[in-house]
């Protein structure tokens, strides 16, 4: 049974993954065929977002939708929330307009833990700072569980602004859990070598890393990190950890490529290889919206479950 | 009035540990002997509890003037009391910052008047404590300052900084730096380390704080100023401490409670009563902090003091105030984790949290005739647990809430007077 808040991926159990994963392949049947349930009936979800997003928010979305849920969501401007004065104050209001789930995105690590602290309602984190992304980790998951056999032995390498990415993090933690190798690949000023501490491999060389790997995933270089000095150029960046078709080979002949999007292509990845057979970006966006499904049906369950504690 | 304080185990700071009774009047200790009778005193029971010296903490942030949401020399000085100190010098980040004569006086004058525990005011050491321009310390030595400190507010610039230990060096005004290079800090909000990589929040290195350690020391040996690092939080900070000690420089550092006795794990879980200068680090870094305690490297252990409003508390742990509000069980913990532990005598214990302060803010110290009766009775074998709602400080931000301690303040006399008693009744007392 999954928690009352659906906060990271470190702190769910190998079990929880596995249950929300299998409800996730359910959920898809509904979006490839009548695309309307009433599985979440006269329940309301909101999308509260402190960070500009078109496609987790629409993810979310739809994912409400196909299930016949109350949807609204709110957009803060972030002036008004810079100092986050206002956060708790702003979820406590939408939680009065009887949200049963709340999904946040915010650009601090923590904020959604906070909010859980304060709140009855459900709290998805949509991505809080550079902590975690749990959902785009289940879809990533998803996908990869869709093109191979087992998690066990699997060998996946998490490439660019490591420290910087919420999105590694909580693939990380997921593939732990479910028994892969995972191997991360960055310039050191983006992969401190403390990750290894957490039962990873770090690589400084994309070569070795895409050796032999089973999945490449590839990440979003925000391109103002050039500007604090963490790396020299897009230029050198791509040339020495971008994913081209050449580096592909490196991996196992039925490697699949992944990204959370949006790509800047030719910096992380070259278009060629984006575009190639590797590639499962797409497939990628479907599994998001079955997973949001998933966790959105667990979390109501539980709370119709627990009705009496609230 | 004559108080006798009757029965108690004295530790006077002097090296005597033993039994004895303290005759107290006119706000001075008169006699100090095996038994003391006298028909018309005031007796404090302290049979089977320690008599110690009040402590004095020589980091104190009481936020007035300017703050008072946060803590106000009335009840920041009540929460002193109320942990056994009888002498806090307080942190000159104030609005306006105590960078002249005219805020000195107003504190003095608002501590007179409000005050539980006496109060010494830190002055700055740039105008404004903008690190741009020296401060009036001579005047300020003149309205009662004995140390000078930007606080938070690293001096940057070394070349500024030397001219500052020249200068103030004149006047024999001890140099308080909060050791941090604000380029390898950062956006820094915890320790950098393991927990910081786990959790994504910005990391401070323990180099930004042995960088400018290193500088400060440098410029000390130069100038002969004397230098006292606060807060000490790393274990190669001890490393180059002990060093400059064993090569002559003038310095002398402290340690807070809270960065001897927790470390970085328990900010895994966004608690923002975690986030402080310096961050908790590990269990290496505690561990050399106690070592640094034992073989003297580290002279003083102080609270750091850092009330806050629980709004100032209650948001992303990125924007949270930096502080812990300490100085009420700063000796339970201490006892608790220190001492109960067999890490350090009590003995100790009150050289850290009285005696040394004391000396480096020029103030008298120890139980001794004639001396003022600044006296903390405490008893080691009471426990309670730390509830922050009955905390008299303003500021609730502590992660010890919810701990069970060990070592209770019985009794905290200033000038003679029984200031504080843990009944929860209290005698108002100017001092």
């Known amino acids: 049974m999954i928690k009352k808040d659906v906060l990271g991926i470190r702190d769910m159990s190998k079990e929880d993954l596995i249950e929300i994963l299998n409800t996730a392949k359910e959920m898809k049947k509904i979006i490839e065929g009548e695309k309307i349930s009433d599985i979440l009936k006269g329940k309301t979800i909101i999308t509260i977002f402190f960070e500009p997003s078109t496609r987790t928010r629409l993810s979310f979305e739809m994912a409400a939708k196909y299930l016949g849920a109350h949807f609204g969501n709110i957009e803060t401007k972030t002036s008004s929330v810079i100092k986050g004065e206002s956060l708790i104050d702003t979820v406590r209001t939408v939680e009065r307009m009887k949200a049963d789930v709340i999904i946040t995105r915010h650009n601090m690590s923590g904020a959604p833990h906070l909010m859980a602290k304060y709140l009855n309602a459900s709290i998805i984190n949509a991505g809080d700072g550079l902590n975690e992304h749990p959902t785009q980790a289940l879809l990533d998951l998803m996908t990869i569980g869709e093109k191979k056999e087992s998690f066990k032995g699997l060998k996946v390498v998490i490439i660019g602004d490591i420290v910087h990415s919420r999105v590694a993090r909580s693939n990380m933690w997921g593939l732990l859990k479910l028994g892969a190798e995972v191997r991360l690949a960055g310039p050191a000023t983006l992969l401190p070598k403390t990750f290894e501490k957490l039962g990873v491999k770090v690589y400084y060389d994309i070569n070795k890393a895409i050796n032999g790997v089973d999945v490449v995933m590839g990440l979003r270089i925000q391109l103002e990190r050039q500007k604090s000095g963490l790396f020299p150029s897009k230029d050198e960046f791509a040339r020495y950890f971008g994913i081209t078709s050449e580096r592909m080979r490196l991996a196992k002949k039925d490697a699949i490529l992944m990204h959370p999007g949006p790509i800047n292509r030719n910096v992380e990845i070259l278009s060629e290889a984006a575009n190639s057979g590797y590639s499962v970006i797409e497939e990628q966006v479907t599994n998001g919206v079955a997973v949001r499904m998933a966790l959105l049906k667990l979390l109501c369950e539980r709370r119709r479950n627990n009705e009496n504690n609230y | ?431």
């Open chain 2, 1 to 431: 009035m004559k108080t006798i304080i009757k029965g108690g185990t004295v530790i006077n700071g002097y090296g005597a540990n033993e039994k004895a009774d303290i005759l107290v009047d006119n706000g001075k200790v008169e006699a100090i002997e095996k038994t003391i009778e006298s028909n018309d005193a005031l007796i404090i029971d302290a049979n089977g509890k320690y008599v110690l010296p009040g402590f004095v903490d020589m980091h104190t942030h009481l936020r007035q003037p300017g703050f008072e949401e946060k803590e106000t020399i009335k009840t920041g000085t009540h929460a002193a009391v109320a942990g056994g100190y009888t002498t806090v010098a307080c942190m000159p980040n104030t609005n306006p910052v105590i960078d002249n004569e005219v805020v000195v006086e107003y504190i003095k004058s608002i501590a007179k008047r409000d005050g539980y525990s006496k109060v010494i005011p830190i002055g700055s050491m740039t105008k404004g404590m903008m690190g741009e321009e020296i401060s009036e310390m001579a005047k300020l030595k003149d309205a009662g300052i004995v140390a000078l400190s930007d606080d938070g507010h690293p001096i940057m610039n070394a070349g500024l900084m030397k001219r500052i230990m020249i200068y103030g060096s004149m006047y024999d005004l001890l140099m308080i730096t909060h050791c941090e290079d604000k380029m390898l800090s950062g956006e820094g909000v915890m320790n950098n380390g393991l927990i910081s990589t786990m959790i994504g929040l910005r990391g401070i290195p323990h180099e930004a704080e042995e960088v400018m350690i290193a500088r400060n020391i440098i410029l000390a040996k130069s100038t002969g100023a004397r230098l006292h690092i606060a807060h000490v939080s790393t274990k190669d900070s001890v490393e180059l401490i002990r060093r400059a000690k064993a090569d002559g420089v003038n310095v002398t550092a402290e340690v807070t409670p809270h960065n001897l006795c927790l470390t970085e794990d328990i900010v895994d879980g966004f608690d923002t009563n975690t986030k402080a200068y310096p961050p908790l680090r590990t269990k290496e870094d505690v561990d050399a902090l106690i070592d640094g305690l034992k073989d003297g490297t580290i002279d003083v252990i102080a609270t750091d003091h850092a009330p806050h409003t629980k709004d100032d508390k209650k948001v992303p742990y990125e924007i949270a105030a930096f502080g812990i509000s300490g100085i009420e069980i700063a000796f339970s913990v201490i006892y608790t984790y220190l001492v109960k532990n067999g890490l350090i005598t009590l003995e100790d214990l009150v050289s850290f949290m009285s005696i040394n302060p004391a000396k480096l803010l020029k103030t008298s110290y120890g139980i001794k005739v004639g001396n003022a009766a600044d006296i903390t009775v405490v008893d080691t074998n009471k426990e309670y647990t730390v509830n922050v709602d009955n905390f008299k400080s303003k500021g609730k931000n502590s992660p010890f809430n919810g701990k069970r301690l060990t070592g209770v303040v019985e009794y905290t006399l200033v000038d003679g007077k029984i200031i504080y008693k843990n009944n929860g009744k209290f005698e108002e007392c100017n001092v």
